[in-house]
């Protein structure tokens, strides 16, 4: 027997270590960096490479049609949310998935392993939904386009573009301190893994979409309530009374059956998310996206476009700035700096010019920039871009364009030659700039120059007109062109489709290339094990102080268990003293409760609870999962108290009784004592599952801790960390009640009592 019981152990043991070491297996794969699966292509990929490869779809939204009708014959795989889609993209699960622009462009930045293709499938606008056939959210939604019509009036639009869909961390913030509430509170439902229009950002919900929101509430005097539910789930929420709108989606016939839309709030398209080297990779083997982490410093020039995509493409890097190019390259070459991004045809002039020890990465950092003047619509004069177009192309025959440009770019002559104004100008033209972009609109001197700025004067000239300069950022002067304030744009004013769609362009004055110079013998260090895993750790847990959301998460759980728990445990002790009745009524109803709990998952009745049942009223969505809960535990805990009450021999109650007790003393002083020992290892069991169950509450907008490692993972695009936190701390709560449970089972059970006697005595 000893024999057996030690093979017994050895196998255990064996078994143990087996599991032990798979574990670390799958922390080590998942700790390294992704390798290149490739696209087996000998181009870069297109949108149309990727039919009848592993599709992934987000569930609830357009995307599923869109991925019917580009890609009908792949194999589809739906997933919840983007960081499960990119997770499956990056383990090779898929080959691709379709996602909206702005939300790519986040992913991106902040997992660079993950890319898109610039080609829009589609073209759509975002816009709130609004619940129909209701009186009150009709003049809601009247409301809420005003807002909008006077926000792009007035350049609230264009400076909340400029915030979300920039690179400005320190900007991304929300202030919702200010909200009155005299004429009563607004109730939006949003999905807050849904950057950058709703994303949870230093503990705090922020994002295009809720900035729009808390500035409508403002200029109304409303209050404000959030409710944070998964993608698909945001129309049922709205359609069963507890919120007034949701933040934007896309606008799609079906959904204009279900609900009414706002304006547009901002417009984008479908693009097609893919592995980053599927799109092109750096033949010497060196990524730009290496260089995005903290431990790298990366040079820039002040005001060039080479700053903007350091900022953008490498955020985690240190930004260094230099007013000259030539400070900047002699810091590379001597390891002062990592990495210094330019434009590429001005780098190139620099290794012409015989400098040694420093090199251009192939890849290019950031998209090929065009640059034109930008075209008001209402624009005083309606030829102005004609006759800018005609400019431009006598300009570009005749080399004033060329010579312009190489003096002010690449021999960095800033001095403004002599152009007279007219003297008898035909007109006057409004021009919008920046004054504080090097070489191409400047102060020098308390004077206004640059290459942008004589280009403006001897158009002026040509056209003999007038012309007034206004200063504007870059986050309003696009408003103001788009607005009548200003005739033309001259401010090295990128192309981009979104700008299209406001504003006029001329033809292209030229294009510009980044590219980036490093050493020539640079070596990045590959991190090693321990170093990946504190940077995720760091990422995961510490930076934005996530930590406090598991806290937060972990909080909400244990409520809710322990609240059901209570709660469960009365109404299935009330269930099993109504079966005792001995009615059969009783029974029957008792036994159509349980059948019907037992039988209706747990998820289906908790959104039947708070869309339905508890849908128009205004109470908390904790109290309808701990209605939901309590109903369910109570349930199957009646049936184990009733098996352990019948298991109980009917003896017990015959002695009792004949000893004079009545019924109700025999059950409470005999009966139930006896079964809770017989059934108290069960319920056990049984408080642990509801402990796991309420991991599904994220359906109805409770931040729980499973919703709250969602929200982490949608931040950082990781999955390792904030799963294995996830299940460590269930594991560590469902062992602490354990243990509780098992003292109380100690402290009931009478055999543990008398041995504690014997042991005192």
């Not at 021999?411 to 403004?416: A, F, P």
């Not at 709990?597 to 205004?618: A, C, N």
Request: aromatic letters at 10%; proline letters at 3%; charged letters at 25%.
């Amino acid at each position: 027997m000893r024999k057996n019981t030690k093979k017994i152990d050895a196998i255990i043991l064996l078994v143990i270590v087996l599991l032990f070491g798979l574990i670390v297996w799958a922390v080590v794969q998942s700790a390294k960096p992704q390798a290149d699966s490739g696209t087996g292509l000998d181009h870069p990929a297109a949108a149309e490479d990727y039919n009848g490869r592993k599709i992934g779809i987000l569930t609830g939204t357009n995307m599923e049609q869109e991925s019917f009708d580009h890609f009908p014959d792949s194999e589809y795989f739906y997933y919840d949310g983007y960081p499960n889609l990119n997770t499956a993209l990056l383990n090779g699960t898929i080959d691709a998935y379709l996602g909206d622009e702005p939300a790519l462009k986040s992913i991106h930045a902040e997992q660079p392993g993950v890319d898109y293709i610039k080609q829009r499938l589609t073209n759509n606008r975002y816009s709130f939904a609004f619940r129909k056939n209701d009186p009150e959210e009709a003049e809601l939604l009247r409301q809420f386009n005003a807002f909008l019509a006077e926000a792009n009036a007035d350049g609230t639009i264009a400076e909340i573009d400029a915030i979300w869909f920039g690179t400005d961390e320190s900007k991304k913030v929300v202030d919702m301190s200010d909200l009155t509430g005299e004429n009563g509170t607004i109730h939006v439902v949003t999905t807050t893994t849904d950057e950058p229009f709703s994303y949870i950002k230093d503990n705090h919900n922020v994002g295009y979409d809720i900035d729009v929101v808390v500035r409508f509430c403002r200029a109304n005097g409303y209050a404000l309530e959030l409710g944070d539910v998964d993608f698909q789930a945001r129309i049922p929420a709205l359609e069963s009374g507890k919120f007034e709108f949701t933040t934007s989606m896309n606008v799609t016939p079906e959904r204009e059956e279900e609900v009414m839309f706002s304006d547009p709030v901002s417009e984008g398209g479908i693009v097609v998310a893919v592995r980053a080297e599927d799109l092109g990779a750096d033949t010497d083997g060196i990524h730009i996206s290496d260089f995005n982490d903290a431990k790298y410093t990366i040079g820039a020039a002040t005001g060039a476009s080479g700053m903007l995509m350091a900022e953008q493409y490498l955020p985690n890097a240190k930004l260094i700035l230099y007013d000259d190019i030539m400070p900047a390259v002699e810091s590379v070459r001597l390891g002062k700096i990592d990495g210094f991004i330019f434009e590429r045809n001005q780098l190139e002039i620099v290794l012409q010019n015989d400098v040694t020890g420093v090199r251009i990465l192939d890849e290019d950092v950031g998209d090929t920039i065009e640059v034109a003047v930008g075209i008001s619509r209402a624009a005083s004069d309606p030829e102005l871009k004609k006759k800018l177009n005609a400019f431009l192309a006598e300009k570009k025959a005749d080399g004033t364009i060329d010579e312009l440009y190489d003096r002010w770019m690449h021999q960095r002559d800033y001095t403004m030659p002599d152009i007279p104004a007219p003297e008898h100008p035909e007109g006057k033209l409004l021009i919008g700039t920046t004054g504080i972009v090097e070489p191409y609109s400047f102060y020098q001197d308390n004077e206004l120059t640059g290459c942008d700025i004589e280009l403006a004067r001897r158009f002026a000239q040509w056209a003999n007109v007038e012309i007034e300069f206004q200063m504007y950022d870059y986050a309003s002067i696009v408003a103001a062109a788009e607005s009548g304030t200003v005739d033309c744009i001259f401010a090295n004013l990128n192309v981009t489709p979104e700008r299209q769609e406001v504003i006029d362009f001329s033809d292209t004055i030229y294009s510009v290339d980044n590219a980036m110079l490093v050493a020539e013998d640079i070596e990045l260090g590959q991190e090693t094990f321990l170093e990946r895993l504190q940077r995720s750790f760091e990422k995961n847990f510490i930076r934005e102080d996530r930590y406090k959301l598991i806290l937060e998460g972990i909080g909400t759980t244990c409520l809710l268990t322990v609240l059901s728990v209570l709660f469960g445990t009365v109404l299935a002790f009330l269930i099993c003293l109504f079966r005792r009745t001995g009615s059969r009524l009783a029974n029957r109803i008792a036994n159509i409760y349980v059948k019907l709990l037992q039988g209706t998952p747990m998820v289906v009745l908790l959104m039947i609870l708070y869309y339905i049942i508890f849908g128009r009223s205004s109470i908390a969505a904790v109290w309808v999962a701990v209605i939901g809960f309590t109903l369910n535990f109570g349930a199957y805990t009646s049936e184990i108290m009733r098996s352990g009450i019948e298991s109980v021999d009917s003896g017990q109650r015959e002695a009792a009784l004949a000893l004079g007790y009545n019924e109700n003393q025999t059950f409470f002083r005999f009966i139930f004592p006896q079964a809770a020992v017989r059934f108290l290892p069960v319920y056990n069991g049984e408080v642990v599952s509801l402990l796991k169950s309420t991991s599904i509450v994220g359906y109805i907008a409770i931040q729980d801790l499973t919703k709250m490692s969602d929200i982490i993972r949608s931040r950082t695009y990781e999955a390792f960390f904030p799963l294995i936190a996830t299940a460590i701390i269930y594991f560590i709560l469902a062992w602490l009640l354990s243990l509780l449970l098992k003292l109380v089972l100690r402290q009931i059970d009478p055999r543990s009592r008398q041995k504690r006697a014997k042991e005192a005595s």
